[in-house]
C-alpha cells in the first residue's frame, strides 16, 4: 500500500489487487494516494496543479483530514513547488543538522569552536 504501485512487482500488485477487491476503502485511499502523487509528478504548471489539487483536496477530506488540513494552510508554498519544482528540503537538512550539533556541543566555550564543528561537518576546511 505505501509502495508506488509503477515499483510494484507481479507478486506485490497482485497482493494489492487481492486487497483493493476486499476492502473499498482501501482501494480508494491507495488511488488517492497515487493520485496526488500523479498530480506532483505530471502537473506541467502551477494552474493546472491548483486546479487538480483543488480536486483532490475536496476527494480525500473524508479519508484524510489532518492531511487536508495541512495542505490548506499551506496550499500557495505547495503550489510554488510547480514554478521551479524546487522544495526546501536541502535547508530543513542543514538546519536540522545545525541544531543537532548545537545540542551536542552545549559546552562549547565560544562560537569560534561552534563554527569550526559545523564547518568540519560539511567538509568545508
Not at 486546479?51 to 495541512?70: C, D, E, M, V
Not at 552545549?106 to 564547518?119: A, L, T, W
Request: aromatic share 12%; with cysteine.
Amino acid at each position: 500500500m505505501l509502495k508506488n504501485e509503477d515499483k510494484l512487482n507481479e507478486e506485490q500488485l497482485n497482493q494489492l489487487i487481492k486487497l483493493k477487491n476486499v476492502s473499498p476503502i482501501l482501494k480508494e485511499i491507495h488511488e488517492l494516494k497515487e493520485k496526488i502523487r500523479k498530480i506532483f509528478n505530471n502537473a506541467k504548471d502551477w494552474y493546472s496543479a491548483t486546479f487538480r489539487l483543488g480536486i483532490w483536496l475536496s476527494k480525500a477530506k473524508k479519508y484524510f483530514p489532518n492531511s487536508n488540513n495541512t495542505i490548506i494552510r499551506w496550499f500557495s508554498e505547495i503550489i510554488a513547488y510547480f514554478d521551479n519544482r524546487t522544495t526546501s528540503g536541502t535547508v530543513e537538512g542543514i538546519n536540522n543538522k545545525l541544531k543537532l550539533i548545537k545540542r551536542s556541543g552545549y559546552g562549547f566555550r565560544n562560537f569560534e569552536n561552534f563554527r569550526i564543528r559545523c564547518v568540519l561537518n560539511w567538509h568545508l576546511i
